[in-house]
């Protein structure tokens, strides 16, 4: 009997120890698997090139940048100052020969640059295009010829229309001139003068205020530069330039009012302040 009862007894006694057994191996297994883990975790650790990455590209732009400046035209500009003058009278327009107005380009009080054509006139028969005006007209072809203004201003058609039959030197169309557009200046420094070339950039400002964005005025170089000599007991020649404002002059410029100026004359990359033998604008 005692047999018997001992068997239960044994197989309990291992089916206790059993689940500890397994237990007991669980954890050793978790606990190698966990420690592979952070082996292969630890074993090659992550390379990171931001930083460098970030450095050469800030290198490459900042000498993109540097070659930039050394080759990019800086605008050269010379300064002046003279007083405002009074405005001439209005440019009235005229054909050198007659003929019929066949186009008007402009209307009345439209305001047009110099230079801009306003008419084209077709020359009465057997008339031939004069050399005087040898700009045609691109829509009308043949004799035709075109009527330009000298100067920027305001168009005064009068009663003038197409189909209109005009003489020669008969006066068509006028141009009104805004009061005080125009201005003039002297140089003394030869160089500087003959450097300005006619519709130059410029900008004028009145003399006793600095230039800022609400003090200066566009304007543009007209014509040529005029050699006025020596005066009495002056070292060098005087320079004569005269500038027309692009718009309607404020009132702190207006004629018989000192005014200075920065005129645009060219360009000239930074390198060829560096490198000697080339200064030249």
Known sequence: MADIGDEPTEKKVES?????????LFRIEALQARNELRVVGDISPKDDNVLSTVVSVASVLGLLIFVFCLIYP???YVDASGVIERNP????????????VVRLYVKDG?????GAAVACVQPSAQQVRPASQ???????GGNAFALHTPTAGTVSLASLRETD??????????????????VGFVLTDPQKATAIKPEAHATIWPAASPLSR?????ATVIGSTMDLGKGEGEPASRYRI????????????LPGMPFRARIMVGSRPLYQYILPGRTGA
């Open 89 to 100: 009278a209005d440019a009235v327009i005229s054909s050198s020969m007659p003929g019929t």
């Open 242 to 253: 005269r500038l027309e404002m692009v718009s309607a002059p404020p009132p702190s410029l």
């Open 74 to 76: 800086f605008p050269v």
């Open 165 to 182: 039959e005009i003489a020669a030197n008969q006066p068509v169309i006028s141009i009104q001139r805004p009061q005080a557009k125009l």
């Open 134 to 140: 040898p700009t045609g007209c691109p829509d009308i």
């Open 16 to 24: 206790k120890q059993s689940p500890k057994g397994r237990a007991s």
């Open 110 to 114: 439209q305001e047009i640059a110099g």
């Open 214 to 218: 609400s003090t200066g005025v566009e």
